[in-house]
């Protein structure tokens, strides 16, 4: 079996986190992130953030908690101004939680991997609910996507959730 880049970066993420050694995740209050114009008029900026033009990437996150199940996220790098300084977990970039690593669904893995492996510009359409900027389930190119949505709906973690960018 021939290995991807992807599933190497999943094996490595999953092998440092075995050794207890990805650092703890210190999330800030979205509060405390805010832009100072989204600070001084949220309702406009919330009314009116409703695309985000951006690169995406599929990648591996770890955690010590869970060394054998790598959350898979689409990494978020925005071309614009976010309502938001900075993302909250200062381990990785915005992004987009798919789910974490299953063996009993590695076709489903595969497929993102290779279709969201590498980067490519995009546009994401949603709109701001709570904390987090939602993706439209039928009109954004990430949050219509079938293999997306399966993958996401399969996880227990987040298959509850809708697909979105945390703020």
């Not at 076709?107 to 949603?126: D, H, M, Y």
């Amino acid at each position: 079996m021939t290995t991807t880049l992807m599933g190497s970066q999943r094996e490595q993420i999953t092998g440092i986190a075995r050794r207890g050694l990805i650092p703890a995740v210190q999330w800030t209050d979205v509060m405390d992130r805010l832009t100072p114009r989204a600070t001084n008029n949220w309702p406009v900026v919330a009314a009116h953030f409703t695309q985000l033009r951006c690169r995406i990437q599929a990648q591996y996150s770890g955690s010590n908690a869970w060394p054998n199940e790598p959350l898979l996220v689409l990494a978020v790098f925005p071309h614009q101004i976010m309502p938001t300084r900075t993302h909250g977990d200062p381990n990785l970039p915005w992004h987009i939680s798919l789910s974490s690593y299953d063996p009993n669904r590695r076709a489903q893995f595969k497929a993102i991997e290779e279709q969201w492996g590498k980067a490519r510009e995009v546009t994401l359409r949603g709109w701001i609910a709570g904390a987090t900027f939602q993706l439209d389930p039928v009109n954004c190119p990430v949050g219509s996507d079938p293999a997306v949505q399966a993958i996401h709906a399969a996880d227990p973690h987040y298959g509850h959730i809708p697909l979105h960018v945390s703020l």
